[in-house]
C-alpha cells in the first residue's frame, strides 16, 4: 500500500505557500530562529551527536523547524521536518537517518493520522492508518502541547495524552507531569531557573520497557533547558539512543 498522492500534496503546498511568504512582500511578517543542541550518549558516557535546529514563524506563529543531526565529527547523520502549519501538536513529521535510508514519519488526513516507517533504503515501507484520540501529539509536537498547558502542570496537575509513535505504527497513553525533586540547579541550567517535566507511559508494563524521559524548561521562557531520554537517532546497530541534549542559549 502506499501512501496516498493526496496525502503527500498536501503538506508540500502547506509547505511551499510558507516559502513563498517569506520571500514575498509580506516576508516582514516572518522570521527565522536558529538554535544548536549537544547530545551526550548517557548509556556509553560518549558525545553522541549535535542537533541544529532552524524554526520558522509566520506572523508570531511557529510554523515549520528543520533539524540537523551531526555526529561529533561533523558528519551527517539525520534530518527531520515538522510542519506545524495545520496542527500545532500534531506536525506533519519526517524523520531520516542519512546513514542508511531509515525513515519514519506520520500525516494527519482527515480524521486519521497515517504513519509509515522502513528500516532502511531498501527495506519495504510499512504504513497504517490510526484514529487516535484526543489530546493527541506527535513527535516535536510535545514541546508545543506541555507549554499550552503549562499552567496547569505547574499547578501540580497530571496531563494525560496519545503520543504517536511512527515506528511501532502506533499510539500509547502518557502522562505528563512536573516533579520539583527533579529540577535542575542554576549551574546545570546555566544560570537559568528551571523546571522538569517527566514523560511516562499510563501502562506499567511499557514504564518497565522505556526509559523516562525528563524536560527541563527554563521557567521565564518556556525553551527547553535539558531534554533526558530515549531519541529517533540511532546508533551504528540502529538502536534508539538515550541521551542528554544540552541547549546552552535557546531550545526547542
Known amino acids: 500500500m502506499k501512501l496516498s498522492s493526496l496525502g503527500r500534496i498536501a503538506p508540500l503546498c502547506i509547505l511551499f505557500a510558507a516559502i513563498r511568504a517569506f520571500s514575498g512582500p509580506d516576508s516582514a511578517a516572518a522570521s527565522t530562529q536558529p538554535y544548536r543542541g549537544t547530545a551526550f550518549d548517557t ?4 558525545p553522541a551527536y549535535t542537533e541544529e535546529h ?3 514563524f509566520l506572523q508570531g506563529r511557529h510554523v515549520f523547524t528543520q533539524t540537523l543531526y551531526k555526529s561529533p565529527d561533523g558528519k551527517a547523520i539525520g534530518e527531520r521536518d515538522l510542519d506545524f502549519a495545520r496542527f500545532p501538536f500534531k506536525p506533519d513529521y519526517v524523520f531520516k537517518d542519512v546513514r542508511n535510508g531509515y525513515e519514519e514519519g506520520s500525516l494527519v488526513e482527515a480524521a486519521d493520522i497515517r504513519v509509515h516507517f522502513r528500516d532502511s533504503a531498501k527495506a519495504p515501507l510499512h504504513e497504517k492508518s490510526l484514529k487516535v484520540p484526543e489530546p493527541c501529539v506527535v513527535n516535536g509536537g510535545l514541546g ?6 503549562w499552567a496547569g502542570l505547574a499547578a501540580g496537575k497530571r496531563l494525560a495524552f496519545n503520543m504517536v509513535v511512527p515506528a511501532r505504527l502506533d499510539f500509547y497513553r502518557f502522562v505528563a507531569y512536573l516533579d520539583v525533586k527533579r529540577a535542575l540547579s542554576e549551574k546545570d541550567a546555566a544560570g537559568r531557573k528551571s523546571q522538569a517535566i517527566v514523560i511516562e507511559p499510563q501502562s506499567s508494563l511499557l514504564r518497565m520497557l522505556l526509559p523516562t524521559i525528563i524536560m527541563h524548561y527554563d521557567v521565564k521562557t518556556l ?11 540511532a546508533d551504528a546497530k540502529g538502536r534508539s539512543l538515550r541521551v542528554q541534549v544540552d541547549y546552552p542559549g535557546l531550545g526547542p
Open 144 to 149: 508545543l502541547f506541555l507549554k499550552e498547558n
Open 223 to 233: 525553551r527547553l533547558v535539558r531534554y533526558q531520554g530515549i531519541v529517533n537517532v
Open 54 to 56: 532552524l524554526e520558522r
Open 43 to 46: 548509556e556509553r558516557s560518549v
